[in-house]
């Protein structure tokens, strides 16, 4: 923790878990691209709960100012803030917070939310549902009894996960096995994608022999030429 200069405010605030910033370090700078599309994401520089909205507008090539704050900013610009927690998104000058509600936005303006209202009803369920695994998240997080802490983790690991893992892989088979919503890419996808690599990180590699399409479906996702260029160029940073 002492490397990191990370307060208990700043991690509250991004989602993140504490076990993970031993490792960290700043990048030596953040260098802001030129605005194509007038948006701006601002965050910590963290993936955190501004990773998914960054996997959408890099699958969706749009250009856009990735903002990364440093933990001194972090108070003052608080007050200005509608819901005073990050991440917000800058765009048609008005301010958007809740990290759920960009994703969708995003998703929705560029193409990613499926074709039909059908499709993104069905991009909202899988999400919605992968939002009721992540609900077992915080309370490790928050849990300070490392017994208890250790409890918790061992049933999301061997019962949470892999009751959800089957019910996901059901839903995905009954949609035709390659996509969620639609027979297409939708952010739905990407989401589990993404919530995907950080329970392997907090639970380790997940058992995928009863999953197959699930585990099809992670490999698709993690071959993309978009979402493989932004891995490989993003900061590193270890949440």
């Given at each position: ?7 208990a ?28 599309s ?6 910590f ?11 959408i ?43 759920m ?37 915080l ?45 297409q890419?939708?952010?739905a996808?990407?989401a589990?994608?993404?919530?995907s690599d950080?329970m ?18 992670m490999?698709?996702?993690n ?17």
């Amino acid at each position: 923790m002492a490397s990191s200069g990370i307060n208990a405010e700043y991690m509250v605030s991004s989602g993140i878990n504490a076990e993970y910033m031993g490792s960290y370090s700043d990048p030596s700078s953040i260098t802001s691209s030129l605005i194509m599309s007038g948006i701006k994401l601002t965050y910590f520089n963290l993936k955190g709960r501004a990773e998914l909205a960054r996997l959408i507008l890099a699958q969706a090539e749009v250009e856009y100012e990735d903002c990364r704050i440093e933990k001194e900013e972090w108070a003052e610009l608080k007050k200005g803030l509608p819901l005073g927690q990050l991440p917000v998104l800058e765009v048609e000058g008005q301010t958007i917070g809740q990290s759920m509600t960009i994703a969708r936005y995003l998703a929705r303006r560029f193409g990613l939310a499926g074709k039909a209202d059908i499709d993104a009803a069905e991009a909202d369920q899988a999400v919605d549902a992968l939002n009721d695994l992540m609900n077992n998240v915080l309370p490790i997080r928050k849990e300070t009894d490392e017994e208890k802490k250790a409890e918790l983790k061992k049933k999301l690991q061997m019962e949470t996960m892999p009751s959800w893992m089957k019910m996901m892989e059901g839903l995905l088979t009954s949609k035709g096995g390659n996509y969620f919503a639609g027979n297409q890419l939708t952010w739905a996808d990407i989401a589990i994608y993404h919530s995907s690599d950080m329970m392997k990180r907090m639970l380790g590699e997940p058992n995928m022999e009863e999953c197959p399409n699930m585990k099809k479906l992670m490999e698709t996702v993690n071959s993309l030429p978009n979402i493989k260029k932004w891995e490989e160029a993003r900061p590193s940073t270890p949440f």
